[in-house]
């Protein structure tokens, strides 16, 4: 309170007293309407340390006096939090007529679904022993609810192996719509409906329908508000691109999926993704940065539109894994490879009722069997020369490699003397003679296919093997 104006002195105006005594007015603390708030409880504190000793109490009375005692609730919405609708019913709290075990125990875990406040307005995951739940709890403060807020949570529950990020977005959507709709119109605190009826609980049931039977909804809720969800997949991160490897496309990517929107590098690339040229080759006849080709391609791996390959080349090895046995037994993608690997005219030829029976499914597999180590597909082609013209002989490998029964034999040089050699070449750098054998040298390790050093250092096989011969003592594995 403050202090009282002092007396008027003789010497003051009337106007400047009266102008005191208003300042000393609005100086006063104004009347504060204090609204009492309902003491909150959860369901477990309720049922452990007060429901007890209730029955107990009731119980005594019964020895004392034998007429009906009973327990009635107060009727008081501050009794902690409660599940008011589930999809499917039962699944969270049982119900009288319930004949199932619940997913978890919800007392254990409710505090975890309404929070205290520190948790509350962001995203909350918790694990059971075999669920996730996935939940935005949300708080609205407003003196028209009963305990001047209003607290609630929309929450998934997924197995616990799965990937929760694309069902956390659904979470924090749903959380943002109906707080604005709480907001708006009072649309679930008002809502009277018995649990695990009326409209909300309609749309809980048309959400998880649509989104696990087609991985989006569009729901109507009212004249101007609707539910517009989509689950977007999380793929795993790429691999990391290197100068040999060989993108093949999956999906058209012609005119019709581009526009001028696009990248323009991933514009200038897109052409020369044909499955013979390599990540280097296509830099280079883009005339694009190597870097920004490695990050375009690396986008179309991560989003399935490509897949990596090994460098094709007729003196290559090729071998069958042991994914070839069910290979053998799949009459439907031996039928798929044989129109895969047919050349134009014999494919023609298959459609207009003629087949060849050098090029049916047993066929097939004999040929791939028939493959193996350090033997070259330049080889096998020339054992094989009467059913090689009639087939794509690349198309007839990456068949093979796409579908995992069949692998590359890369080659790989290792030296001991790598250390030495590589000490004498640095001391002689400036002759010209040994700066190809200082270039080399860091890949005599065992790590580096002969696919990787020939791209990187833009050689031939053939001038590879006489660098290697010129280097001194070099092994080559097979692998």
Known sequence: MPPKPRRRPKTETDEDYHRRLIEWEALKPHDVEVKVKGNGMTQRYYVERLLPVYVAAIESMREIDDKPWLLQEDGDPSHGPKVVHQVPVDSIVPTSTSTHATLFHFPHFSSYIIPRQDFRSRPLTFCTSKYRVLGHPICIKSPEYDRNEYIFNFCLVLPQATEPTAFQTVVNKLASLFQSLESQSYFLSQD????????????????????????????????????????????PPPPPIYPHHVPLSTIGLDNKLTDDNWDLTMLLILPQVNGLNSVKQIALRADADYKLVCKAISQLLYYECVIILDIFGFGACYAPTAEMAGFVTDEVAQEECRRYVLTTANYLEVWNGGIDDRIVGSRLVELYCSLKQGQSLRTWCMEHANVVRNIDVRRFITFGVIKGFLYRVHKYAFSTLVKTSVGTASQMHHNEERRPALTISKYLDGTHSFDQVCTELMISEKELLGRLKDFGDVQIIQR
């Open 192 to 235: 009277t409906s018995v649990p695990n009826t009326g409209k909300i609980y309609a749309l809980c049931e048309i959400l998880l329908e649509d989104l696990n039977n087609h991985c989006e909804c569009m729901i109507p809720i009212d004249e101007s508000d609707s539910m517009n969800i989509k689950l977007f997949p999380t793929y």
